[in-house]
């Protein structure tokens, strides 16, 4: 009579003990093998990150020189100035435009239209800048220079800018001369000395090419002359032929109009 109670409980006990058996077992080595691949992503994480810091820190420490990281922060203050003053004078416009009356929106819409036509050196412009004279006579400056020094100015700020009698835009590109004598800008064939007409604030461009390891620097070391000249008005008067863009069409606004 006690063989069917008996035999249950045998089974139980045998079942739960191995059940026991399994979770002690299998549970250490879950746990372990867990905690261990999370020690490696931590330690493999910590490492690409120290890595990649100790890399850019460490590159910029050993290869710049005091002047020129002194350089960097300050272009980098003079640009986020720039933009500071950018982002005022769009949201005075947005502000105008909000409130005032149609001739004052027709106002600043001829203004603004006249910036885009400076910039995309379809007329004139006027106003204080520098006048830039690179002098070559062994032929040994090539299209950097010039691009160089357009980026130079560009950062600066300059709003104008002339090299020869080409008128420099978005678009504008160098190159050498193919029998090695002068320089091409946009199709065009320039001989030196090579002279750059600049419109900006007179000060911070002539700053910006004379920085040390800058243009002014690389002419001077190339053998080449360079003379920068601040002056109250320049005249650009080079003109970029208006052309209609091949791919690009305005995108629609947001709002569908």
Known sequence: MTMPD??????????ASGRARLRRALAP???????VIGVLFVVLGFATVSAARGTTTSGLLLTAR??????VLDDLTERQTRLEIEQRALEATRDRLLSGSEEQRLAVARARADALAILAGTVPATGPGIRLTITDRDGVIDYTVLL?????????????????????????WFDD????????????????PYTVLAIGESATLATALEIPGG??????????????TQEASVLVTALQPPSTPQYARPAPSPSGS
């Open 66 to 71: 005091e002047d020129e990281v002194v350089r």
């Open 215 to 228: 243009v002014s620097d690389t002419v001077r070391t190339a053998g080449g002359r360079i003379t920068i």
């Open 29 to 35: 080595r879950a746990t372990r093998r867990q905690a």
């Open 177 to 192: 001369a193919p029998d090695g004598i002068g320089l091409v800008v946009s199709g065009t064939r320039l001989a030196p």
């Open 6 to 15: 008996e035999t249950p409980e045998g089974i139980d006990a045998t079942t």
């Open 148 to 172: 160089d020094t357009v980026q130079e100015l560009r950062d600066a700020g300059a709003e104008a800018i002339q090299i020869g009698n080409v008128r420099v835009v978005a678009s504008t």
